[in-house]
T-cell receptor, first 113, second 114 residues
């Protein structure tokens, strides 16, 4: 059974800071790695995904994956108050013909102006 | 763009009561999901459906039933509500691909058991 853990549980950073969120997973056969963002009372929305080792950058957000160490991370450059949200990492792998997604418990980020 | 609509936004029921949550999507996606969100525990999969009239149990299906009578709708029934089941229930849909599937979520329905 896939086990996905996130750290830290919560984080408070000043506006403009670089923020790093971490996610570890247990199954080395995992195929896709996601970050979802959920603002309070709103729907979780997919932020970024990656499937091969290395980095992927989209605007202020960078996702880094190291499959050998069963770890991936999200880095936010120049953090803004609008980035304050619950960040959920998720890992997918094929279960039969179904691509099953397992989520972590989330990191709650607060960016203070 | 599409949207996922969950009703009701808040569902208040008594312990032991049978309660139903509804979800509609207009993405024309094949696969739909119900997740339960508890604080500190992330999202846990209750049921999913890969097509109309299909139902598959997730990791947390005990105490729940689901129904997918149309491609666009997926409902979840709590068969006997318990106070420890108070949580947010999230519906999602996707086009499943072997290369990975993006889930599109609704805003959730909060279950309150009194």
């Amino acid at each position: 059974q896939q086990n996905v853990q996130q750290s830290p549980e919560s984080l408070i950073v000043p506006e403009g800071a670089r923020t790093s969120l971490n996610c570890t997973f247990s199954d080395s056969a995992s195929q896709y790695f996601w970050w979802y963002r959920q603002h309070s009372g709103k729907a979780p929305k997919a932020l970024m995904s990656i499937f091969s080792n290395g980095e992927k950058e989209e605007g202020r957000f960078t996702i880094h994956l190291n499959k050998a160490s069963l770890h991936f991370s999200l880095h936010i450059r120049d953090s803004q108050p609008s980035d304050s949200a619950l960040y959920l990492c998720a890992v997918s792998m094929l279960s039969g013909s179904f691509n099953k997604l397992t989520f972590g418990a989330g990191t709650r980020l607060a960016v203070c102006p | 763009g599409g949207i996922i609509t969950q009703t009701p936004k808040f569902l208040i029921g008594q312990e032991g009561q049978k309660l139903t949550l509804k979800c509609q999507q207009n993405f024309n996606h094949d696969t739909m999901y119900w997740y339960r969100q508890d604080s500190g525990k992330g999202l846990r999969l209750i049921y999913y459906s890969i097509t109309e009239n299909d139902l598959q149990k997730g990791d947390l299906s005990e105490g729940y039933d689901a129904s997918r009578e149309k491609k666009s709708s997926f409902s979840l029934t709590v068969t006997s509500a318990q106070k420890n089941e108070m949580a947010v229930f999230l519906c999602a849909s996707s086009i499943p691909r072997t290369s990975g599937n993006t889930l599109y979520f609704g805003e959730g329905s909060r279950l309150i058991v009194v």
